[in-house]
């Protein structure tokens, strides 16, 4: 209704002053329960009408503030909606001011919508719009589980950090954060671990990214022996020389 609607955006534009008072011009816009858990149940175009009308009062509001929409398929909605990055960036050129509209990925939410990570991150940096990244792992369609970055999928996460290091993310200020959780069943005396874990991940992905041999990469790419080139990219991955 009208009022929770008001209730909503007033949240949202006090989101934007404790933004501005602890220093920071980019607030984080996760939609969270704008969705279903029937699609009768709302007209989604009038709720993606509103979802802009929103992110505009919100740019109004503060005319030096920047909004990363972080899509998510599902949970703790049946279905939500802003989905994936590309509906986010739709949204953003839709806005009053495009420039100052972006998009957070996060790998798991990426991968709920049966998406690949790296591609969702190449697609937003081909746009100019990946304001930040949320890095961590999933392991199948089911809850968000925020693994351990690489804990279920190493390749995944190389790739990941590949498409990011490849276009020079980070040289003009940009983040990488991590969202991962703990554990259950994880001893207390070491809660903090998976946080450490999956920074030494992402340094050594780093690594294995600098030092992939880029022309043996071409080699097999303009052979078309990509058999070669999978068989490659696991073996540097496992630490091993190319096969002779």
């Known amino acids: 209704c009208a009022s ?22 980019a607030v984080v816009l996760w939609l969270a329960r704008e969705g279903t858990y029937i699609r009768e149940a709302k007209n989604a175009r009038l709720a993606y009408q509103r979802i802009l009308e ?12 920047h909004i990363w929409i972080e899509p998510k398929p599902n949970e703790p909605t049946d279905q ?17 001011d495009p420039t100052r509209v972006g998009g957070l990925i996060e790998t798991a939410h990426a991968q709920l919508a049966g998406l690949d990570p790296a591609d969702e991150m190449a697609f937003a940096l081909a746009h100019d719009k990946l304001g930040s990244v949320h890095l961590n792992d ?21 790739n990941q950090v590949r498409v990011l290091e490849e276009a020079g993310y980070g040289q003009r200020g940009e983040f990488i954060g991590l969202d991962v959780k703990l554990m259950r069943t994880q ?10 874990n999956s920074r030494k ?31 490659y990219i696991l073996r540097h991955l496992m630490g091993l020389p190319p096969e002779a």
């Open 80 to 96: 939500a909606y802003v989905p994936t990055i590309g509906h986010a960036i739709a949204l953003a050129y839709q806005s009053n």
């Open 138 to 158: 999933q392991n199948g369609l089911k809850y968000d589980q925020d693994k351990s970055f690489g804990s279920a999928n190493l390749r995944a996460a190389f």
């Open 4 to 25: 929770d609607r008001q209730y909503a955006m007033d949240r949202s534009l006090r989101t934007i002053d404790i933004a501005r008072e602890v220093g920071t011009k």
């Open 54 to 65: 929103a992110l505009n009062k919100m740019l109004d509001y503060d005319k030096e503030i």
């Open 187 to 196: 001893k207390q005396d070491h809660s903090t671990a998976h946080l450490a």
């Open 201 to 231: 991940t992402f340094l050594n992905l780093v690594e294995k990214v600098r030092t992939l041999d880029k022309n043996l990469e071409q080699q097999y790419i303009e052979t078309r022996d990509y058999e070669a080139l999978d068989a």
